[in-house]
Each structure stands twice: as C-alpha cells, then as structure tokens.
C-alpha cells in the first residue's frame, strides 16, 4: 500500500524557535508539495519539490529521493505560523495526490 | 491569474435540498479535481477531470454529480446529502494529470441539516 506519513502529528512551540517537520513516503514520486492550512481553511500549496531544497522566506523544504523523505523547516517561528502542515505526494505511476494526515503547529507568543 | 476560485464559501442545506458546488480556473489547466476533507483528516480524492472527461471516480455516492462544462469550470451538484457528507469540498488543478504541481482552491464549507 502506497503511504505517506507524516511526524510529528502535533507540535508546539514558543516563538522564535526552529521548527522541523518530517515526512516520509513508500513508493517513488514524480513530486511532493507541501501545504499549509489555517482552521476552517482552505489550502495554500507553500512548496512543490522534485529534489533538492527550495527556501522562501523563512521556510526551507528539502528532499532526499533516495531516503523517500521531507522536511519542512521553519526558521524564527511566529504565532501567525500556527496552521496545519500537510506533505502531498503525487507517485511515479499516478495522476493523483496523496495527503499525508498533517502536522498540527502551535506557536506560541 | 493562479487562483482557484470556489463559490460560495459557506454552504447549509436540507437532506431533500438540490445545491451545487462551483470551481474555477482561470490558468489553462486541463487537469480538475475534487477532494473532501473531514475535520483533522486529510482529504481524499472524490473526482478527477481531465480534458474535461471524467477520469477518476473514487466510487463517490451518486449524490454527488460532477460535472466540467468547459476546461475552466468544475461543478459538483448535490443532491439528497446525508449529514455525514458535511466536510470541507476542495477543488485544485493542474495543467495536467501528468503535471506535478497543482493549485488549490479555499474550499466550500458544507453543512448538511
């Protein structure tokens, strides 16, 4: 079966600190996005990655095809970063996206 | 133009109610999908539409119709809803199925009474 998981599932964090979430995927991808969601929101794609590293602001994505792993950093948190982190991988033999059940991010003040 | 528009925002209707759902994008892309979400979970895929064919039913109910009139239009009609098909419907694109990137839209938020 073709998964996508994602740690941690909830995390919080004082502001100002550095955040990492981690996601991890079976089979091979054509491409991994990863997605940002305010409560009662909709979707804001931040990243889409194939390989190597991509950075806006102060998030930073990574990939390794290799390890079938990602992660998304973000550096100098702040309050207005709490939201639900979701990875979406799109697999070599489909035409579809895959979710991965999301990071929960709290940052407090 | 990369947005993903989906109208209304907000949606509340009856068991017996008849509503659609509605998609636009204005980005040429020839791939549109629908996905609900449930509270905490991650969506999960509903339609795909490419070319403006259907080419994936995710053996959706029959309650739910979709319908792509033109390459910039998605539509997902409703029709006897139960109150477990309350979620969040979100619509994304891309310009292909065979194209990695995709774009999302808000979402319709759908309460069913």
């Known amino acids: 079966k073709n998964e996508v998981e994602q740690s941690p599932q909830n995390l919080t964090a004082q502001e100002g600190e550095f955040i990492t979430i981690n996601c991890s995927y079976s089979?091979?991808?054509?491409?991994l996005h990863w997605l940002q969601q305010h409560p009662g929101g909709g979707i804001v794609s931040l990243f889409m990655l194939s390989s190597g590293k991509k950075k806006h602001g102060r998030l930073i994505a990574t990939i390794n095809i290799q390890e079938k792993h990602s992660s998304l950093h973000i550096t100098a948190s702040h309050p207005r970063d709490s939201a639900v982190y979701i990875c979406?991988?799109?697999?070599?033999?489909?035409?579809?996206?895959?979710f991965g059940t999301g990071t929960s991010l709290t940052v407090i003040p | 133009d990369t947005e993903v528009t989906q109208t209304p925002k907000h949606l509340v209707m009856g068991m017996t109610n008849k509503k659609s759902l509605k998609c636009e994008q204005h980005m040429g892309h020839r791939a549109m999908y629908w996905y609900k979400q449930k509270a905490k979970k991650p969506p999960e895929l509903m339609f795909v539409?490419?070319?403006?064919?259907?080419?994936i039913n995710e053996s959706v109910p029959s309650r739910f119709s979709p319908e792509c009139p033109n390459s910039s239009l998605l539509n997902l009609h409703l029709h006897a809803l139960q109150p477990e098909d309350s979620a969040l419907y979100l619509c994304?694109?891309?310009?292909?199925?065979?194209?990695?990137?995709?774009?999302f839209g808000q979402g319709t938020r759908l309460t069913v009474v």
């Open positions: 994304a694109s891309s310009q292909g199925v065979a194209y990695t990137e995709a774009f």
């Open positions: 089979v091979g991808i054509s491409a």
């Open positions: 979406a991988v799109r697999w070599d033999t489909g035409n579809q996206f895959y």
């Open positions: 539409y490419s070319y403006e064919k259907l080419s």
